[in-house]
């Protein structure tokens, strides 16, 4: 075992975000993965399942084993968990009472309000008392708490490409907190590596799609953050959109300056205090690049990193605030931003093993 | 010649939309296809041009030409002019001049104001007399004023995609002609068969971004025909985003219904309007579909079609109605469309050569 | 129903093949569809399951029924069988016995030897006796025969790519029959409509692999076939590989001349003798293209049709000859040359409702 | 600068190779990444043209120059040339003079002979007395050559696929030198950044196409390394395919073992013989991976890998071995191998910069 470095485990380590996971993992400076899990997989190799890992050497010495939590909390002093919601729960209450640091990337630790769970995930809370503890792993947002968490919850992928872009444009009240449309495109993957026609090659390939029309599970969350951030309830449109790529996320967002916004010179105040309010809040993340001149968000510039794209446009015709941002649904929108919070929780770097 | 057939002519036949306009015209039951121009490929077979077209006979006798408005207004009846904006106007006027009916997939006679050509393409418009005669080729919207135009100007790919869907509404007072927003999706042909690197295989494989935002040229077509359907100036935020399909856009537009929301009665009976409002607009229309249930466009599913796929949501949570379209932007995006006004105009059966 | 039809029912209709046969069948001129099975949908429209089909008339009419061979017999005179092998001969009997003319794109009746057919399918054949009585429907190879035909076993994708560029050069011992090489190239549709993980969209995307080495079940009636041809045993060499696209085969396939072959007056005689071959054997079939001067296959050129391209090159560095094909997997590959068998057994023109 | 760090320029660094170089030297332990050259870009910041490498501190400081060698050779320890054949060798002369280690990625120092070099090139060799100074940088065969090497020739994409499983073979005698096939299947990144229209994204994409067939220039360097393995004439087939992705080679090779094969003993005698050949070969190699069991290579497993991945099938059916190989064409076939060479000359180890 390396000297400085913490054990860490993965539940569910076979699916996309997992996989993503066990990547990161292997590769990070600061950690030694001693357990990954999976029902279907168990007593494989690393190697035999992710044929790309096999030129790692621990890849030919790792099993995959069944999930057992007592077992997993000798073996790791942090955990995560790549599950389905409402699963997770199942996993976390008795790894948070062996002392072990969970890091949660399904939806369930993710509200406050079990009731608002229960509306969008159509099934009771598994362990309500423990949504007060979570953090919500938003590292930009929620730095301080992450730093002192033992159960982490790691956002959707959706929610951070539009959260990210909105939090200090709301927290600052330069854009109204009604009205707000986000529009939002995503890769294949984000479906999870699930056997369903739908998700077919010859199903996606060729094809833009439209789903979840007009309530998506992933508005819960978003709409909590939002709150939390204009201090009032916000309420927002949400449409996600399938696309045939592999990765990315991109999110276009329609917002109104709270501002009074008719002359070119209103326009040019508005623009200083969002460029402003931007540079304040991320100028100095190493996550969030904020572009420059005339470019906008490509995801193929930020796929296999955990870097999330910003830019924005005032339109003079229309009054309104356009922000677009492109992230790596499986690495910024998942496993990458997991990673970076448990940097943060144990006090490693914040980009180790992310760049 | 087959006796009941016109004689028609591509000019600008080696982009897309030509090929696309070959193909629907070696195939029509009512059109002889007697010249394709193309300065690059003069000389050559269709075959030779078009590998995919061999296999028809005309393919071999029919070679393209250099583009002389002379000799073509002797060789044809129709002539479609697929060429770019600012070039159209030298073939329209000698054309029907020497009583050609010029069908014009350009924007270049879309518009009915010659200042706003300036402002959304950057150069004098060509030949502004001919403004006020050119008819805008929507056959759902025009179709007595197509039947008897020379000059018809067929629409844009993504104006195509959001006037269908919203203009019965606009019509009908059902949404409020301010604040619409229209998010729209392209595949990668929308770019036209240009040697650009940005449309190079691997610039767009697997990237997903926004571009001209937020002022693209289509702009001006669609606020000028939204304008006229709610009798009233309208803006609207119109987003294009380019995304790694041969094929199809899909539009999502964002609108807000005029009826005061706020219960569930609101909402039954806003939507009984919306769905009368489009039956009674689409539900004899052979290229308009309205989905049913729970479907939602799929441009896989209208992919060399003449189809248009609406479907709409009212969301209770935030009050708008949202509604979705597909089509394929070569096809009734742009040639098929194009086919479409020709059968019209020529009173052929407005499907002919399109199923 | 219309006058010289044909009723027509298709058993297994919601696998990639079935619905390509759907699309077929409900624009053939000479064909009433009059029933559509599938025990998954039964009860359904087409309109429901396929919405690209939502624009036909019958499309709303037409339902999904469980699979009774009894009532199909009373429905239909000619029954396709787009099911998996092994199950076909279930419905085959009965079928055949009560009068119906069926064509089955499964493998179930394609080879003569029941035993060659146990040691590539792993199981014993369901109905030997009826082996003897099918014709296997290459048109251009059995076209005679399949005029007659009650049971015609529909070729599989990659046969057809491999035969019909053969067959004519065994015929004329113009090749060897010795030592050929068949490397196939196939998009994902290839794998039917399965949900298995092997075959999502991030499997497949970006990723370019062999499978079925060096034993593939088709090679079984490449061989049986070319042997007929050759008027001896023919062992090949064949590798398929999954590629990224929906539709499409190419076949690469390396042959060595049976003619000494060392100066370029051998070559140019070689080339001449190979030149009339393929003239004679398919200059005037409507579905094979025999491509000239530099132009080589590529499937983006016969993607939904049922055009088979044929390209050679004699190369004097090696001595071979290498041939290369081009078709649709689902419509020359399957769907669309069943149809074509079926047009020729009901005296049908051949390309009917398939250009 | 770095303590243990060398000075490298890239020249060309705005195509495929040279962008995959300026990501891998960025990030590389013992490399100082010091001018960057693009005649198209000079003056503009890395940030600027690579928006990907946007997060990287150097890439608002390294600006793109004008290829100048004398300002390089001081700039500059080891000097990349990521440039068209037959512009290299410009560079590379007066670099060398002024004592820079060159690596050349084009195919302009690969042959031994500038006559071969005529015959595939069409031109002249630039410099025909380097030819016999360089090294062919295959660092599985040639390592103690590159140790020592000023000029370093980076092998082709499809020679690495085709040599790496090849090499060993022939020079264990375990296959015959004659009658060698190599079907390879490419992704669209080989035909580099140029804005042609063959390959536009819609040419490419849902299109599967052999070119450059039968004479492909790549077969130069690929018989010439074959020869020197086999120890006389090596000759072989080679058929390149435009496959839809962004970047991998499969290679299929197709070769007959020199030993007597009738029986199931034989074949397992060959089999011992051709699997301990590998392992002695490649068992330690760090880029490298032969795969066990029932795997079969699949580029997405080594797509942004310096990985080539092995697996074979000896055909008791055929008598022939069947080798196939599948690499990332531009890492371990081009920019990957090319730094591997460079880490091997300046003694480092073998992996820095790669995984």
Chains 1, 2, 3, 4 share one sequence.
């Not at 400085?4 to 699916?15: F, L, R």
């Not at 501002?259 to 969002?274: C, L, M, N, P, Y």
């Amino acid at each position: 075992m390396k000297n400085d470095t913490i054990k860490a485990a993965i539940i569910g380590a076979s699916g996309y975000s997992g996989e993503e996971l066990v990547r990161l993992l292997l590769n990070h400076p600061r950690v030694e993965l001693t357990a990954v899990t999976s029902r279907q997989h168990a007593g494989q190799t690393l190697a035999r399942v992710f044929p790309k890992f096999a030129s790692h050497p621990s890849s030919r010495t790792l099993h995959f084993s069944e999930p057992d939590t007592d077992a997993l909390a000798k073996q790791a002093k942090v955990v995560f968990l790549a599950l389905p919601h409402g699963v997770a729960a199942d996993f976390a209450v008795p790894l948070l009472r062996a002392g072990c640091t969970v890091i949660d990337l399904s939806a369930d630790f993710r509200l406050k309000s079990a009731e608002v769970y229960r509306e969008f995930y159509a099934h009771e809370h598994p362990a309500p008392e423990l949504l007060q503890q979570s953090v919500y792993g938003l590292p930009e947002v929620h730095r301080r708490d992450i730093a002192e968490a033992n159960l982490i919850a790691s956002p959707g992928c959706y929610p951070t490409s539009i959260l990210l872009p909105l939090i200090p444009l709301l927290r600052a009240r330069l854009i109204r907190s009604e009205g707000i449309i986000a529009n939002s495109l995503s890769g294949v993957s984000g479906a999870g590596k699930k056997a369903e026609v739908g998700f077919l090659f010859c199903e996606c390939n060729e094809s833009i799609r439209p789903y979840s029309v007009p309530k998506h599970r992933h508005l819960s969350e978003i709409e909590e953050q939002l709150s939390l951030a204009a201090g009032s309830r916000v309420t927002i449109q949400f449409t996600p959109h399938l696309i045939p790529v592999n990765r990315g996320i991109l999110s276009t967002l329609y917002t109104a300056p709270t501002a009074h916004f008719s002359t070119a010179e209103d326009g040019a105040k508005i623009a200083d205090q969002v460029a402003n309010c931007y540079q304040e809040a991320y100028g100095n993340e190493p996550f969030v690049r904020l572009l420059e001149g005339q470019m906008l968000p490509d995801t193929k510039n930020i796929v296999n990193t955990n870097v999330l794209e910003i830019a924005w446009r005032l339109d003079p015709r229309t009054g309104r605030l356009l922000i677009m941002s492109a992230e790596d649904n499986i690495v910024k929108g998942a496993s990458g931003q997991a990673v970076q919070s448990m940097n943060i929780r144990f006090g490693f770097p914040e980009t180790a093993g992310l760049i």
